[in-house]
């Protein structure tokens, strides 16, 4: 998987279903990746629930010698509504992504965010607040380093 001596190359998968906070969360991810030296990819898909299976499909395309990528930033925004879909997208998106990072050995940073409300949601997507997408990069920066170190 990926390159074992240069710098990282990570997919960024976007869910764009809020826009604005989607290009929040994206430039916090792109910030913090750019700054730790690291190359990437940026794709986009409807909503959080197909980021999991857009994170297999690349990592298929790997086995075809497509694109190699270290690790993998899954960006997306599930804000609480009046039905009970709110929970079965928060709930399946992040269970699928848990299963691929274990099941595959893969480096996935999980910024899909679950929140009750827009301003919860802003104050967590902004690079001035708690920069979550920043945050996933990172994660997935930090889970590529420990599996160089653990052989991997």
Known sequence: MGNKTASPHLLIVEARFYDDMSDALLDGAKHALTE?????????VPGALEIPPAIAMALDAMDDEGTQYDG???????????????????????????????????????????V??????????????????????????????????LGG
């Open 36 to 44: 730790a030296g690291a190359t990437f990819d940026v794709i986009t």
């Open 72 to 114: 993998f930033v899954a960006l997306g925004m599930v804000i609480r509504g009046e039905t009970y879909h709110f929970d079965i997208v928060a709930n399946e998106s992040s269970r699928a992504l848990m299963d691929l990072a274990v099941s595959e050995s893969l480096p996935i940073g999980n910024g899909i965010m679950t």
């Open 116 to 149: 009750e409300n827009e301003e919860q949601a802003w104050a967590r997507v902004k690079r001035s607040g708690k920069d979550k997408g920043g945050f996933a990069a990172r994660a997935a920066l930090s889970m590529i380093e420990l599996k160089k170190k």
